[in-house]
């Protein structure tokens, strides 16, 4: 696993070890990046569900001004920090917290850009969603990208949160949503690589 592109470019990235956490793909991550492009710098990042820090790491490598990286499992947090370590990245900071501990512990921060890469087929990128909502951790304007498997069902919107894109890499979705900026979304959906 390696950062892509940015200041950062090829840097390899340790992986946690076991199977209580799914590092995102380097193909599936491109494809999303390959989206975002000309979208992340000066950003906030929030990577719920971090794991390795991976696509935290990469907006950062591609000009995030900050990121925060929420891992509970404790081996996959000791990976993050040596991976955060790693980078040097000054705006990044690793929290050893779920989402929910996060919101009821630190009130008044918002992102403008969240990553959620939950265990598939638990329902969490939903639960995610709907937290990121009711708790105001949004800008106005920010993006929300979910991770989950392509046969799992996510909302067209929730509030303010609409659906931008929905993209398939064979068996992982990519959901892509804006937050708050009031504009028409063209709602498309693409499927890409093998079913």
């Not at 390959?34 to 929030?46: F, K």
């Not at 509970?72 to 929910?100: D, H, I, S």
């Not at 659906?163 to 900026?181: E, P, Q, S």
Request: proline share 5%; hydrophobic share 40%; with cysteine.
């Amino acid at each position: 696993m390696r950062l892509i592109s940015g200041s950062r470019r090829g840097m390899k990235l340790q992986s946690p070890p076991g199977e209580a956490t799914r590092p995102t793909g380097d193909r599936v991550k491109e494809g999303l990046f390959n989206i975002l492009q000309g979208e992340i710098r000066d950003r906030r990042v929030l990577d719920a569900f971090a794991g390795s820090g991976a696509l935290g790491l990469e907006a950062l490598s591609r000009g995030a001004a900050s990121a925060v990286f929420l891992e509970p499992e404790k081996m996959a947090l000791e990976v993050l920090k040596k991976n955060l370590a790693k980078t040097g990245f000054p705006g990044a900071t690793a929290k050893g917290l779920t989402l929910q501990a996060w919101a009821a512990e630190y009130r008044g921060h918002t992102f403008s850009l969240v990553f959620l890469d939950p265990p598939y087929h638990r329902g969490l990128a939903r639960e995610a969603l709907e937290l990121l909502i009711r708790k105001n951790l949004l800008d106005a304007g920010a993006l929300v990208v979910a991770e989950t498997a392509a046969d799992e069902e996510m909302p067209e919107g929730t509030g303010d949160l609409c659906l931008r894109k929905k993209v398939r890499y064979g068996k992982t979705a990519l959901w892509i949503y804006d937050y708050g900026n009031g504009e028409e979304q063209d709602g498309s959906h693409a499927v890409i690589g093998p079913d």
